[in-house]
């Protein structure tokens, strides 16, 4: 059995036009998840081989190979359920109240958020994380799938800034794609995913 597996989405591929296109969720979800999944699992058989045969000579580009595509196979695991057709606007309950506190109002929490995503250089991911340390919401820049993070995080909302993302519909246009993808946001999942950090995660890397 293979370690990871393609989740499923719970709707079309063209589910979530006009913000984005169903061409983009085939190829994003198909192809590209679909590549990270393959390559977690390629990294676990060729760790495993490593062991068993004791040579580690290629064990750096190998736990290289792991976290970057463990880390696509998550984040875009997340990213899937973090989107719904019938979603957008502004925050409710848990997520709404947490926002208010630790940015603001929603108003700054967007401004920051969409120039954090905006900002991505190269290819990442502007993430709105659970910190289970400090016990508060913030907002960070993930390059490729697992670079620039300190540990004791997990993601609430994330945005793909890579171009595969949105290259098809909006070009080089970033800004565009992140306008339309605000239509998109599933608050419900992100006050699910708040609810289960704050019970789960909180002391468990630093105790109380
Ligand atoms: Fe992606």
Redesign the pocket.
């Given at each position: 059995m293979p370690a990871y597996t393609l989740p499923d989405l719970t709707y079309d591929y063209s589910a979530l036009e006009p913000y984005i296109s169903g061409r983009i969720m085939e190829l994003?979800h198909s192809k590209?998840?679909n590549a990270y999944v393959t390559g977690a699992n390629t990294a676990i058989e060729q760790l495993e081989e490593a062991r068993a045969t004791g040579n580690l000579s290629a064990v750096n580009q190998l736990e290289k190979n792991l976290a970057f595509n463990l880390g696509?196979h998550i984040?875009?695991t997340a990213?899937w359920a973090n989107m719904s057709p019938d979603a957008g606007g502004e925050p409710h309950g848990e997520i709404a109240d947490a926002i208010t506190e630790h940015f603001g109002s929603f108003a700054a929490f967007k401004a920051q958020f969409t120039a954090v995503g905006a900002g991505v250089q190269g290819s990442g991911w502007a993430i709105l994380a659970w910190d289970s340390v400090g016990e508060r919401l913030v907002i960070v820049q993930l390059y490729d799938h697992q670079g620039n993070l300190t540990l004791g995080m997990v993601p609430i909302v994330l945005l793909?800034c890579?171009e595969?993302?949105y290259y098809l519909d909006k070009l080089n246009v970033r800004a565009d794609y992140i306008a339309a993808w605000w239509n998109l946001v599933n608050w419900e999942d992100a006050n699910e995913r708040l609810a289960r950090a704050k019970t789960q995660l909180n002391g468990l890397i630093i105790p109380a």
């Open positions: 994003h590209h998840h696509g984040n875009h990213l793909d890579w595969h993302a």
